[in-house]
């Protein structure tokens, strides 16, 4: 397939931090947005081994097929041509090596504080959330692991999400029209 795109954003930063928020706004200034997160989980109901864990999928399928592999996955869900995509959820420097295929990406990283991550994800309750505290610094760790923190740490943007709705999405909003220009 050939790409037309002229803007490529990667959207990383640790669960709960407001990715799919930041993402959401994005697809409301006209970006074609992939959850990587969406695109591993397809191919995990394809081919995961009984009763393993999501997190336990996406480092066997990195072990076989290298740490690129979910960019690689999220690339063949692009299914039209488009000038602006956004791929939420990058973790790993290799993965931002492979969005570079397509298009000059921009590194968008989302940070918000432990604490505040993990009461919203008490409150969410998505599918791999949890209520144990510890359970969720075990996936934090995890992420880190996968080498999130290079990619926050190489962020062209950062936007703390430190308090409330509105105020997060005035200062994603500043950020996008700042890349736009």
């Known amino acids: 397939m050939r790409w037309s795109i002229i803007k490529v954003i990667l959207i990383t930063g640790m669960p709960g931090s407001g990715k799919t928020l930041f993402a959401n706004l994005l697809k409301e200034k006209g970006f074609t947005v992939i959850s990587m997160g969406d695109a591993l989980r397809k191919r995990y109901e394809k081919d995961a081994k009984y009763g393993e864990r999501l997190m336990d999928y996406a480092k066997r399928i990195r072990e076989i097929y290298g740490d690129g592999v979910v960019a690689r996955l999220s690339i063949e869900e692009i299914t039209q ?17 492979e969005f570079k295929r397509i298009g000059e990406p921009l590194i968008v990283a989302i940070h918000a504080s432990p604490q505040l991550r993990y009461s919203r994800m008490t409150a969410r309750m998505r599918a791999d959330d949890s209520t144990d505290v510890n359970i969720l610094r075990k996936r934090d760790l995890d992420e880190i692991s996968l080498g999130i923190g290079g990619v926050i740490a190489m962020a062209d943007y950062v936007v703390v999400n430190d308090s409330t709705v509105e105020e997060f999405k005035k200062k994603s909003t500043d950020i996008i029209e700042r890349i736009l220009r």
């Not at 041509?81 to 090596?97: H, N």
């Open 81 to 97: 041509s488009t000038t602006k995509i956004a791929f939420e959820g990058v973790r790993s420097l290799a993965e931002v090596e």
